[in-house]
């Protein structure tokens, strides 16, 4: 997601497997960022940071993320609190609550996973439609 609550990227995996398993993939499914035209130096690639929960922290995730050059924003278990990362997480959780207007995601009536998948991306796509939307 970026700070507005666009997703990023999107897919679905088995409800048995861990979070932090996935990031990398999901990492590496984000397009290329372009920053605006006539910015100095080479336009990036990838976020400059990442906030995730604890869930997502593993020497695994980090490391990965840094070989990415991506600064991973991650509570450490039993070191850190997560309540710095609540300001950033709310935008997270309205994003799901945006998913979750429509019927078909919120519950998963489809078996087949490709057909979940399509009404994931559409309602992304809609999200994404409203925020372009709603720009000034």
């Excluded at 695994?60 to 050059?69: E, F, K, S, T």
């Excluded at 990362?85 to 429509?102: D, S």
Aim: include cysteine; charged fraction near 30%; hydrophobic fraction near 40%.
């Amino acid at each position: 997601m970026e700070r507005r609550g666009a997703p990023l990227a999107v897919f679905s995996t088995a409800a048995n497997v861990n979070e932090g398993t996935v990031l990398i993939r999901l990492v590496d499914a984000v397009r290329p960022v372009h920053g605006p035209a006539g910015r100095p130096g080479r336009p990036r690639k990838r976020p400059a940071k990442l906030h995730a929960d604890k869930a997502y922290s593993s020497r695994a995730n980090r490391a990965a993320l840094q070989r990415r050059h991506i600064t991973p924003r991650i509570a450490r278990p039993r070191v850190e609190s997560s309540d710095r990362l609540g300001r950033h997480r709310w935008v997270v959780e309205r994003t799901i609550a945006w998913l979750h207007r429509h019927r078909r995601l919120l519950v998963r009536y489809e078996r087949r996973a490709d057909i979940h998948q399509a009404f994931l991306s559409l309602g992304c796509a809609l999200i994404c439609w409203r925020l372009l939307q709603a720009q000034p």
